[in-house]
């Protein structure tokens, strides 16, 4: 855990330069708009420890599987977004010395992020080994009104000295991945010009063959007078260089723009012309009003969905620090596009899609971005139902049977881990859930006919046939799985993948009823395609759903993790040695599978997306159980833990819960963020307030909430979207304000009670706890 960044409430702030952290702030200050992203590093040349980090949404390669003994059914490939060529390079030259802070003696360093107007700001003094000292600010961001442009302003002031100088702006395509399997290249170069002040670069990735343009124009100024430019061109490197005289307290400002195009989007040949004019529209803009567009776009999003805490600044900064990465990483306009675990923030986990985007992520799209952007995250997976029936196929299932891969970039199953994620089955659990979750939050049907039903089919069969009869139970089993928890590997009956395959069987049995009687056109349609014959494949379902085992212990009055999981000793997580911890640092693999420990919600997952049919006793004595042995070693688990206490009246445990995800970054936590964000733990800090202390659900079509203020806090507001309003949520001192902002009249629960907020008013309620 570290602790050096400043607080405050709308940026990220870190003074003075500590080498050390440098792969840190790196991951912290990265910068995003959904079409690319990248880490913090340097403009100029830096030969210290870094992670170079520039990637493009939806450009990947198929780094090969590196396995020791190849076994039938394991992927033959594991995709990686790859680090693409890096546009923000300046290089400073002055006399024979190279501006580099690793040799220099660096004061007056900060790092800005800020997050109200989205753009990253460094200065710093430096003072080169021959003594001359000089005062650079860089600004730069990535646009989100123009998202294939970016722009970064650069300022060098000489403090005690004259010189000739060499700056050269450039784009570097001779990148690697640092996670590359076999230390392969994985970008060749197709076209490179320079011209004047302008360059292009156009790679095409090794066996997928994308082709992406990174282009740039450069302007240096002295006095406002523009310094003349002259073209460079080498081996996968393009740029514009010039001489200048510095002169003692001169500022000379070098401005960039820069984009990046791929063949996702433009045909191949109009690459490099398109990308012209998205920087001549840059540079005809200038970099200001680029900023104030900036600043107005991310205006908007913190209309959609901030979060205002008051009385705690710590907890201000961090909740938007994960809104802001979020709202980076995913802005719903490409349904070719997902949510990687560490967005575009580093290489760990390959910027390839997991559950995490149906089980976490979701909620916060559904609340703030709207219908049409969640409405994407699940048309994603339609369009990968063909590849999930091929990966089924694959490992002996048929009859359209589908079953969605546990890590994917274009459908095709891509994990590099066998003996985990292979069989964490349960990701077609969430898939099914999230369909029905998204349903529930927009009331939008017509989504079912239109693309869910097919994908609830394909699950429900895989579950149908994934299941085999016990004859010793007469109950119908699921052998060889592992379930959220990641700390046990090929158990049987995992209790949350039992529950959520039965869940996925009755609800699919349910879409078919709505869809035959709302739209029975398209339900005959879908009949035809999916050659689903209602009568015997429902049946199969229902006799599933009604035989399903679920292991329980009748005793502690609590569902069992899975079969056998008494057997294991039982010595708490409290009762650890501190020093143990964290145990997928110090244990072997095969202690922490013997052991009792649970790396993430697993039973309380299910409790958590089914709550509705447990009792509070039955949720308190399963949390009350699973919560000592849980030791969250996965971002992903203290947000489920916290919304459970939240429900469960423990206020001062789920504020704990929620203190431990949301400046889990920004605090290195886990000790790991210089390999990147988490990403889509973030989304969970979200839902820790939201669905947490606000206890916001949706139930029967009806908004509803009964908040409670945590720790110090004076009072946290939130804006959401439901069903064609806008509210503005406020918890305070003295009650809740439920603010209007548009749409029609709305009746939303407040503890229960029904509460109607006319459009465009404010109602206020003391209730409960809130009342002083
Ligand atoms: C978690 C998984 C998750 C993955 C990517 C793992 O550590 O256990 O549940 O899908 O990270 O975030």
Redesign the pocket.
């Known amino acids: 855990m570290k602790q050096y960044i400043k607080t405050d409430e709308w940026n990220i702030i870190e003074e003075g330069f500590v080498p050390h952290y440098n792969k840190i702030s790196e991951s912290i200050f990265s910068l995003g708009n959904g079409r690319m992203g990248q880490r913090a590093n340097f403009e100029e040349a830096y030969s210290g420890e870094t992670l170079q980090g520039n990637y493009v949404a939806g450009v990947y390669y198929p780094d090969k599987t590196r396995v020791g003994w190849w076994k039938n059914g394991y992927p033959e490939y594991f995709a990686k977004v790859l680090n693409a060529a890096n546009w923000i390079g300046i290089d400073i030259r002055i006399g024979d010395e190279v501006l580099d802070l690793h040799h220099a003696k660096v004061s007056s360093f900060s790092r800005v992020l800020n997050m109200k107007e989205g753009y990253l700001q460094r200065s710093f003094t430096a003072t080169m080994k021959s003594g001359k000292e000089v005062r650079v600010t860089a600004t730069r961001f990535c646009s989100i009104a123009d998202d294939e442009a970016c722009a970064i302003r650069y300022s060098i002031t000489p403090l005690n000295f004259d010189s000739e100088a060499v700056i050269t702006g450039y784009i570097d395509g001779d990148i690697r991945n640092q996670d590359a399997n076999y230390d392969e290249k994985f970008w060749e170069s197709v076209y490179s010009h320079a011209e004047g002040n302008s360059a292009y670069l156009v790679l095409r990735t090794r066996k997928t063959g994308f082709d992406v343009c990174t282009g740039q124009q450069l302007f240096i100024l002295q006095d406002g007078q523009p310094v003349s430019i002259q073209p460079v061109q080498r081996e996968k490197y393009v740029g514009g260089s010039a001489v200048a005289v510095l002169s003692r307290n001169q500022e000379t400002i070098i401005f960039k723009y820069a984009a990046n195009l791929s063949s996702e989007n433009h045909a191949r040949e109009a690459l490099a012309g398109n990308c012209r004019l998205v920087l001549e529209r840059a540079a005809a803009k200038g970099f200001e009003s680029m900023l104030k567009e900036q600043a107005a776009a991310w205006a908007r999003k913190w209309e959609e969905s901030d979060i205002v805490i008051e009385g705690d600044a710590a907890a201000q900064q961090a909740i938007r620090f994960n809104i802001f990465q979020l709202n980076q990483t995913y802005t719903g306009e490409d349904a070719r596009l997902n949510i990687g675990?560490k967005g575009f923030t580093g290489e760990k986990?390959g910027g390839s899609t997991?559950?995490?985007t149906e089980a976490y992520c979701l909620p916060f799209y559904l609340a703030t971005a709207g219908q049409q952007v969640a409405r994407n995250l699940l048309v994603y997976r339609y369009k990968h139902l063909e590849k999930a029936i091929e990966n089924a196929v694959k490992l002996g299932f048929s009859n359209g049977a589908a079953l969605y891969p546990?890590v994917t970039i274009n459908g095709e199953e891509c994990h590099n881990e066998w003996e985990i994620t292979f069989e964490?089955i349960h990701r077609n659990a969430a898939i099914a859930f999230a369909i029905f979750n998204y349903i529930r939050y927009t009331g939008d049907e017509a989504y079912l006919a239109e693309y869910g039903l097919e994908v609830l089919i394909g699950i429900a069969r895989f579950w149908a046939q994934r299941v085999n009869w016990s004859h010793a139970r007469e109950q119908y089993v699921m052998l060889g799985v592992t379930g959220?928890n990641?700390y046990e590997n090929n158990v049987n009956n995992n209790w949350y993948t039992n529950t959520m395959a039965a869940w996925c069987l009755q609800y699919a049995t349910e879409a078919l009823q709505q869809v035959v009687a709302t739209n029975p056109e398209r339900y005959e349609a879908i009949l035809q395609k999916t050659a689903l014959d209602v009568k015997k494949e429902t049946g199969q379902w229902q006799h599933v759903i009604k035989h399903m085992y679920y292991p329980e212990d009748e005793q502690l009055g609590i569902f069992l993790q899975q079969d056998g999981y008494m057997d294991k000793d039982q010595t708490l997580v409290k009762d650890l040695d501190p020093a143990q911890r964290p145990l997928n640092q110090k244990w072997s693999w095969d202690r922490i599978l013997r052991s009792c420990y649970i790396?993430?919600a697993d039973v309380l997952q299910g409790l958590y997306f089914l709550e509705d049919r447990y009792d509070q006793d039955t949720i308190r004595r399963n949390f009350d159980f699973y919560e000592p042995r849980t030791v969250h070693?996965?971002?992903?688990s203290p947000c489920v833990h916290a919304i459970l206490a939240a429900r469960l009246g423990d206020e001062q445990r789920a504020y704990e819960f929620y203190l431990r995800t949301s400046r889990l970054d920004l605090d290195d936590y886990n000790n790991d963020t210089e390999d990147g964000l988490?990403i889509?733990?973030m989304a969970g800090t979200w839902m820790s307030v939201v669905e947490g202390f606000a206890g916001m659900r949706v139930r029967g079509g009806q908004l509803q909430f009964s908040p409670f203020l945590p720790g110090k806090w004076q009072s946290f507001a939130f804006n959401i979207r439901f069903r064609g309003n806008v509210l503005k949520v406020k918890a305070g001192k003295h009650g809740v304000n439920i603010e209007n902002h548009s749409g029609g009249d709305i009746t939303v629960l407040i503890y229960g009670e029904p509460c109607e907020v006319a459009a465009g008013a404010t109602v206020q309620l003391k209730h409960g706890n809130l009342v002083n």
């Not at 070693?633 to 992903?636: A, D, G, H, K, T």
């Open positions: 675990p986990y997991y559950w995490d546990m964490e959220p990641e790396k993430q070693e996965s971002s992903l988490h889509t733990s």
